[in-house]
């Protein structure tokens, strides 16, 4: 847990701000960041951390910050991912073919 509180410490949680003779892209208003903050209650700062560990889980700042660090990932990471984006490809394909025919039955009045 400590590691954690320093990766959290140490790293920034904001963004520079974007150009303002270009447009904003919506990306840039999603991915805005706001920060997390958590309340020490009655010194306990172990249940405080853990509370701030699932808040980041949640928001997505923790893959953020994973993703943002740099070590060598082994081969057997590396085929899971590959995996997973594969699955995830396939699904995307395969929900796309479905709701396809869909939209052509209707179409076509059947």
């Known amino acids: 847990m400590n590691a954690m509180a320093r990766r959290v410490s140490s790293s920034t949680f904001r963004a520079p701000a974007p150009n303002t003779g270009l447009l904003k892209s919506v990306s840039w208003e999603v991915q805005q960041w706001r920060g997390i903050r958590v309340k020490v209650i009655y010194n306990n700062l172990e249940q405080a951390l853990v ?38 490809k396939l699904r995307s394909q395969d929900l796309a073919r479905k709701l396809k025919s869909i939209l052509i039955k209707k179409v076509r009045g059947l």
């Open 51 to 88: 509370f701030m560990q699932r808040k980041m889980q949640s928001s997505g700042i923790e893959r953020l910050i994973k993703r943002e660090q740099i070590h060598h990932i082994k081969n057997s990471e590396k085929r899971v991912i590959a995996r997973k984006n594969l699955e995830a």
